[in-house]
């Protein structure tokens, strides 16, 4: 007989998202799309290797207090960033 753990899907927790791997044309639709489909207390663990400032005001305009932006690493070639999404009375 199996344990209820040993068949339950692993969750990969937080979500990474590495930019590294999109086309640059498509980054910043394909970042918005999946900060788009999380969840409230779900995290997306953002990954690249340049220090998107531009597109951090975009997403602090766009989504306002629903995400949170917290650095896990910033150094140069080596960004990483936790997109938190809270749930806004």
């Known amino acids: 007989m199996h344990n209820p753990s040993d068949i339950l899907p692993v969750l990969s927790w937080p979500y990474v ?6 086309a640059r044309r498509f980054r910043h639709a394909a970042i918005f799309g999946a900060l788009g489909a999380l969840e409230p207390g779900e995290v997306m663990r953002f990954v690249n ?7 951090l005001a975009q997403i602090e305009h766009h989504f306002g207090p629903r995400v949170e932006i917290g650095y896990v690493a910033r150094e140069p070639g080596n960004i990483v960033i936790d997109f ?6």
Do not use: E, M, Q, T
């Open 84 to 89: 938190a999404v809270k749930a806004v009375d």
């Open 49 to 55: 290797d340049h220090d998107p400032l531009p597109l």
């Open 17 to 22: 998202f590495d930019a590294r791997g999109v």
